[in-house]
């Protein structure tokens, strides 16, 4: 089984959006079953799976002090993916859900109090060492802002070649518990979505092909087995901050990829 957490320390940006959403496309593209666990204390995923007529995906309760047994437990039933919707904070909570994962997304509006408030969603996946990706969600199409946000977090991470735009069918349809795809499915909300699951399944193979089962692998606190030695610590880039280097929306959006404001910039800081 694969477990893919979306997570964000900022309100709003998406998280709950894209866990549905993706749970469903996952399902119908024949990537399940796959279970979808709700971390918030909000509780707004479950909320929409309650509404909801079809039971699939289906919704697993799942603790977060045993998150590890519970998605072993998911994983022998049967379950081929689990996509774990989080709180808007960074906590330790977080970080123990973020270790679960294969793949985190990190949902990102263009805006900039969104770009603030990723460094800090970063830094704790970076820490972790999980394979992540930002996906850019509540676009306004041809606005420069979106592709200036788009560049800026290049510089952080992969960025989702899909954007979701800013529109209201992706509000409306999770109102009794449905998705875009099954609401609206020609329309350009639900091919975005459809095409952003594309990706992320891919890039998810490609993440276990290249950095192993999350849940095989120790992380922080749990013991290695007796006699296995501890892997040796690796040099991972922190990210500080991330700077806006964009004056976008003011008529004269200037993008200054590498400046980086009497900071070290995070090529530098790989180097
Ligand atoms: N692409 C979009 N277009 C229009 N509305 C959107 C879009 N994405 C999300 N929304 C709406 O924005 C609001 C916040 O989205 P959502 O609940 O998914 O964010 P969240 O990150 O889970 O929030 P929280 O941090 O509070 O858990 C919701 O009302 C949702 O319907
Ligand atoms: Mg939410």
């Given at each position: 089984?694969?477990?893919?957490?979306?997570?964000?320390?900022?309100?709003?940006?998406?998280?709950?959006?894209?866990?549905?959403?993706?749970?469903?496309?996952?399902?119908?593209?024949?990537?399940?079953?796959?279970?979808?666990?709700?971390?918030?204390?909000?509780?707004?995923?479950?909320?929409?799976?309650?509404?909801?007529?079809?039971?699939?995906?289906?919704?697993?309760?799942?603790?977060?002090?045993?998150?590890?047994?519970?998605?072993?437990?998911?994983?022998?039933?049967?379950?081929?993916?689990?996509?774990?919707?989080?709180?808007?904070?960074?906590?330790?909570?977080?970080?123990q859900v973020v270790?679960?994962?294969?793949?985190?997304?990190?949902?990102?509006?263009p805006s900039p109090?969104?770009?603030?408030?990723?460094?800090?969603?970063?830094?704790?996946?970076?820490?972790?060492?999980?394979?992540?990706?930002?996906?850019?969600?509540?676009?306004?199409?041809?606005?420069?802002?979106?592709?200036?946000?788009?560049?800026?977090?290049?510089?952080?991470?992969?960025?989702?070649?899909?954007?979701l735009h800013q529109?209201?069918?992706?509000?409306?349809?999770?109102?009794?518990?449905?998705?875009?795809?099954?609401?609206?499915?020609?329309?350009?909300?639900?091919?975005?979505?459809?095409?952003?699951?594309?990706?992320?399944?891919?890039?998810?193979?490609?993440?276990?092909?290249?950095?192993?089962?999350?849940?095989?692998?120790?992380?922080?606190?749990?013991?290695?087995?007796?006699?296995?030695?501890?892997?040796?610590?690796?040099?991972?880039?922190?990210?500080?901050?991330?700077?806006?280097?964009?004056?976008?929306?003011?008529?004269?959006?200037?993008?200054?990829?590498?400046?980086?404001?009497?900071?070290?910039?995070?090529?530098?800081?790989?180097?």
């Amino acid at each position: 089984m694969r477990v893919i957490v979306i997570a964000s320390q900022k309100g709003g940006s998406g998280k709950t959006t894209l866990s549905g959403h993706l749970a469903v496309q996952a399902e119908a593209a024949g990537a399940g079953p796959v279970a979808i666990i709700d971390t918030d204390p909000q509780g707004s995923l479950a909320e929409w799976w309650n509404a909801r007529q079809s039971t699939s995906p289906y919704f697993a309760r799942a603790t977060l002090d045993e998150l590890e047994e519970d998605l072993t437990a998911l994983a022998a039933l049967g379950t081929k993916l689990a996509i774990i919707d989080t709180p808007p904070a960074i906590t330790k909570a977080i970080q123990q859900v973020v270790h679960c994962a294969d793949m985190v997304i990190v949902p990102i509006r263009p805006s900039p109090h969104d770009l603030r408030a990723a460094a800090a969603t970063v830094e704790l996946v970076e820490d972790i060492e999980r394979p992540f990706v930002f996906v850019v969600n509540g676009a306004t199409a041809r606005a420069k802002i979106t592709g200036d946000t788009a560049v800026t977090l290049s510089q952080y991470g992969t960025v989702a070649p899909v954007t979701l735009h800013q529109r209201v069918d992706f509000a409306t349809s999770m109102i009794d518990g449905r998705t875009v795809m099954e609401t609206a499915p020609e329309s350009r909300s639900a091919t975005e979505m459809t095409q952003l699951w594309d990706y992320v399944g891919i890039k998810l193979d490609k993440a276990v092909q290249r950095h192993g089962r999350a849940l095989d692998t120790p992380g922080p606190g749990v013991p290695l087995a007796a006699g296995s030695e501890a892997p040796a610590p690796q040099a991972t880039p922190r990210v500080p901050h991330i700077p806006l280097n964009t004056t976008a929306g003011r008529g004269e959006g200037r993008l200054r990829p590498h400046t980086t404001f009497g900071r070290r910039s995070y090529e530098e800081g790989r180097a």
